[in-house]
């Protein structure tokens, strides 16, 4: 097992047995804002992932400055990020419920939310979103990434298990009713997923269903917190319906039942997932992936 670290290896390499993906590839200039926003932050958390999974190997010091620029970077595409998701979320409720929410409050909301996106991503963000993309691409590329065997990986995707494995017990204590707790324990789900999916895992009988496994709970978990969202978005802006006040209560209530019944198919998914210590899910990840 390796990871390459020349210029091939950021392109589609089917031949790596650690594929790192897009970790390393920047959007395309000419993308309309909305995707590269989307692939922006994917690309950001697919190299967070790697940070995390090569942390013992770069050093704490090299992890933590690569780690916060790549942060700094996601926080740069938040309020795009958000206001997409918002629109998303509507739009997605209106389509599951459309007798339900065929409502003028709600087309009123609707409008407003398309407004507030198009404010979002001028020309000059977009370039420094490609900028932060070709930095951390550089930065990455400069680790030196030759020969790792999954000895040098084991640490960093234990300590990635390892925190999604206690993040899903506070959530599962709990009961799933903290909002912030349910979003720390995605952002470590997604790690794993990321991980496990350069690590080549897909393709492996050892660890295929993890994965498959920690990519639907991220989803999800990301569905979840979305709908959280939107939720808060109401809230804050009780107006947004003009003078149709029930939508504001019909929107609210499907929101809350979409909610209730994501987090409890997240915990169920949580706990198959995570039914393993950090070490024996370390162990076995390495006996199915080592040659």
Do not use: C
């Amino acid at each position: 097992m390796a990871i390459r670290s020349d210029s091939n290896a950021w392109g589609k390499a089917d031949s790596d047995p650690v594929d790192t993906g897009r970790a390393g590839r920047a959007p395309k200039g000419g993308s309309d804002p909305a995707e590269l926003v989307h692939e922006a932050r994917k690309t950001i958390k697919r190299m967070r992932a790697l940070a995390r999974l090569l942390r013992d190997e770069l050093g704490e010091q090299e992890f933590r400055r690569v780690n916060d620029s790549l942060r700094g970077a996601g926080r740069r595409l938040a309020g795009a990020r958000d206001a997409q998701v918002r629109l998303a979320t509507l739009n997605g409720l209106v389509e599951r419920h459309p007798k339900a929410l065929a409502r003028e409050g709600i087309e009123r909301l609707r409008q407003r939310l398309e407004g507030e996106l198009e404010q979002t991503v001028e020309p000059a963000d977009r370039d420094r979103v490609l900028e932060d993309i070709a930095t951390m691409r550089r930065q990455v590329a400069r680790w030196n990434l030759l020969e790792r065997d999954f000895q040098a990986l084991a640490p960093g995707l234990g300590r990635i298990y390892r925190e999604g494995h206690r993040r899903y017990a506070r959530v599962e204590h709990e009961h799933a009713r903290d909002p912030q707790d349910l979003h720390d324990w995605r952002k470590r789900v997604k790690s794993l997923y990321y991980a496990l999916d350069m690590l080549g895992a897909k393709q492996v009988k050892g660890t295929r269903r993890a994965t498959r496994q920690a990519n639907r709970l991220g989803e999800l978990l990301g569905e979840e917190h979305d709908l959280w969202m939107l939720s808060v978005y109401l809230e804050e802006y009780p107006g947004a319906f003009g003078r149709d006040t029930g939508a504001r209560d019909a929107l609210g209530g499907r929101i809350e039942r979409r909610r209730k019944r994501l987090r409890k198919r997240a915990l169920g998914l949580g706990a198959r997932l995570y039914r393993h210590k950090p070490g024996k899910f370390t162990r076995r990840a390495g006996s199915a992936l080592s040659p």
